[in-house]
Nanobody, 115 residues
Framework: QVQLVESGGGLVQAGGSLRLSCAAS????????MGWYRQAPGKQRELVAT???????YYADPVSGRFTISADNAKKTMYLQMDSLKPEDTAVYYC?????????WGQGTQVTVSS
């Protein structure tokens, strides 16, 4: 079972930037889809962005133009560059890997944006 570990969360002022990382414990076999989700207090978990093994990306409307998802297969790591952060981006961010029958989640990393 592939394990995912997120890092890079923290406290930042509005307008600032953070970069989240998601490291996989094993090599990722194509085809796959990796993504970032987030869950704010009292709200359901929502999709933020995804990246496919072919390099295609998808962004949810609230983050489009501000966040960038990328993956480094050699390092078995996915990233989420978050710029122009807003207080409404405050949430626990989770990474997800879907590969064959596998649907793995990381433990989450807290992102807090102060106004």
């Amino acid at each position: 079972q592939v394990q995912l570990v997120e890092s890079g969360g923290g406290l930042v002022q509005a307008g600032g930037s953070l970069r989240l990382s998601c490291a996989a414990s094993e090599s990722i076999v194509r085809p796959y889809t990796m993504g970032w989700y987030r869950q704010a207090p009292g709200k359901q978990r929502e999709l933020v962005a995804t990246i496919g093994s072919g390099g295609s990306t998808y962004y949810a409307d609230p983050v489009s133009g501000r966040f960038t998802i990328s993956a480094d297969n050699a390092k078995k790591t996915m990233y989420l560059q978050m710029d122009s952060l807003k207080p409404e981006d405050t949430a626990v961010y989770y990474c997800n890997l879907r590969m064959a029958r596998l649907n793995a989640w990381g433990q989450g990393t807290q992102v807090t944006v102060s106004s």
